[in-house]
C-alpha cells in the first residue's frame, strides 16, 4: 500500500504564497519505485466536485487547470518520495482541501488533504 501525507496547508492572505508537500510512503516503492508514479494535486471546495490542478511525470512537462496556470508549480523530489505545490497569487477562490494523489495502473492513492483558506 501507499500512504500519502500533505503538509503545508494553513491561512493566507490574498496575493500570498503556500508550499504544499506530500510525502509518500511504503513498501511497494521497494519494488515500484516513486519515480514509476504519476503524481498530480487535486483540491476540493465546499459543495464542489474535485478538480484536477496539476501533475507531472517523472521526466515530463507538468500540466495544469486554468484555472492556477502561471501561478501554481508542481514538482516532484524523487529522491525523497515527495511532491510538492507551490501556491503564489492566492486568491480567495483558491480556499478548499487539496490533496495529493499518486497513480499507477489505473489505481490511486490519496492522501488525507490539507485545508487552504485564503481570507484578509
Known amino acids: 500500500q501507499v500512504q500519502l501525507v500533505e503538509s503545508g496547508g494553513g491561512l493566507a492572505q490574498p496575493g500570498a504564497s503556500l508550499r504544499l508537500s506530500c510525502a509518500a510512503s511504503?513498501?511497494?516503492?521497494?519494488?515500484?519505485?516513486?519515480?514509476?508514479?504519476?503524481t498530480a494535486w487535486y483540491r476540493q471546495a465546499p459543495g464542489k466536485q474535485r478538480e484536477l490542478l496539476a501533475s507531472?511525470?517523472?521526466?515530463?512537462?507538468?500540466e495544469y487547470a486554468d484555472s492556477v496556470k502561471g501561478r501554481f508549480t508542481i514538482s516532484r523530489d524523487n529522491a525523497k518520495n515527495t511532491v510538492f505545490l507551490q501556491m503564489n497569487s492566492l486568491k480567495p477562490e483558491d480556499t478548499a482541501v487539496y490533496y495529493c494523489?499518486?497513480?499507477?495502473?489505473?489505481?490511486?492513492?490519496w492522501g488525507q488533504g490539507t485545508q487552504v483558506t485564503v481570507s484578509s
Open positions: 507531472i511525470t517523472s521526466g515530463g512537462s507538468p
Open positions: 511504503g513498501i511497494i516503492f521497494i519494488t515500484y519505485g516513486f519515480s514509476t508514479y504519476a
Open positions: 494523489n499518486l497513480h499507477k495502473w489505473a489505481v490511486d492513492y
